[in-house]
């Protein structure tokens, strides 16, 4: 089994989305009298690779600590569209995408995570590009969201800030679309290449916060 780890590191320079606290970690320098050393941490919800609860765009919708384990643990799609992004910013993944997708490699299984591969996670150590000002990144089209409802997976994820294109980002087409549907959202992962198009596990390492609207995961994927 290789295990692939698909979350940027946490910290300091981890990219923001604008108008977020920023990371602090506050603590002693070195290790106490007593031998330990331990930090207090100060972040937001959503930052580097985080995931999002329906709570997040849905007034008493699930939170982060609602959704139950086996939700969190599935198998993998992955959808590599670096060929159709090649880079450019304002695209957007459609229904016709996906259903191409299935045509080569089968039907998306109810209760799947499918993984949207954009290739933009080159840029995550370069805030400017990867998050753009004003926002400009790619995403998932309302379509290709509301036919992955259609399809019963369990939630999506990308590797841009967001699973709304930045372009997109003040309508949320995606996120008004999946999140009421019950799906979850996985945003800011990285190494989506190494995944394979079918055949993974997908492990959603997040702690059960009470009443989060999203938080911080260290995402695994399985492969055979």
């Known amino acids: 089994m290789k295990v692939l780890d698909l979350s940027q590191p946490l910290g300091e320079r981890t990219v923001l989305w604008p108008g977020s606290t920023p990371f602090r970690a506050e603590g002693p320098p070195s290790h106490g009298d007593d031998g330990y050393w331990a930090r207090d941490l100060h972040l937001p919800e959503h930052i580097g690779t985080h995931l999002d609860a329906p709570v997040h765009c849905v007034p008493g919708g699930a939170a982060v600590a609602d959704i139950p384990a086996e939700r969190l ?16 910013p304002s695209w957007t993944l459609a229904a016709a995408d996906v259903t191409a997708w299935e045509a080569e490699h089968g039907a998306i299984p109810a209760g799947a995570a499918v ?8 840029h995550v150590g370069d805030a400017a590009r990867y998050r753009g000002d004003p926002l400009d990144y790619p995403g998932y089209g309302g379509d290709a969201a509301a036919l992955l ?15 709304d294109s930045g372009r997109n980002a003040g309508a949320s087409p995606v996120h008004t679309t999946t999140l009421p549907a019950g799906l979850w959202h996985l945003e800011g992962l990285v190494g989506l290449a190494e995944v394979p198009a079918v055949g993974a596990t997908l492990v959603v390492g997040v702690p059960r916060l009470v009443g989060g609207s999203g938080m911080p995961a260290r995402v ?4 055979p």
Do not use: K, M, Q
Not at 153 to 163: F, K, R, S
């Open 220 to 223: 695994f994927a399985l492969v």
């Open 115 to 122: 993984l949207l591969c954009t290739g933009w996670d080159a």
């Open 73 to 88: 643990v599935r198998p993998a799609v992955r959808i590599d569209a670096r060929a159709l992004c090649t880079g450019d």
């Open 149 to 163: 409802v259609g399809r019963g997976v369990a939630g999506i994820g990308i590797d841009t800030l967001g699973v």
